[in-house]
């Protein structure tokens, strides 16, 4: 599942770069939370927390919905 979850990270990547941010997987918890970083701009942004939420997270769970929750982590 990680792999999945890291090919799907690596698809919305480019996204995130236009903006002069990135994203990092940290870890797919047991109980199916994908922990992230952000980079870049996104990791000061004011909106980061949207991104994750109405971005990432929309985007993973509608590809693997077993997926949980998206969380940012420093």
Do not use: W
């Not at 770069?17 to 942004?45: I, S, Y």
């Amino acid at each position: 599942m990680e792999a999945k979850v890291v090919e799907a990270l690596n698809g919305i990547r480019p996204m995130l770069q236009q903006d002069g941010g990135d994203v990092e997987f940290v870890e797919l918890t047991a109980d199916n939370v994908v922990r992230v970083r952000l980079q870049g701009h996104c990791a000061g942004c004011p909106y980061s927390q949207m991104t994750v939420k109405n971005g990432i997270e929309k985007i993973l769970r509608e590809q693997y919905p077993e997926i949980s929750a998206v969380e940012s982590v420093n």
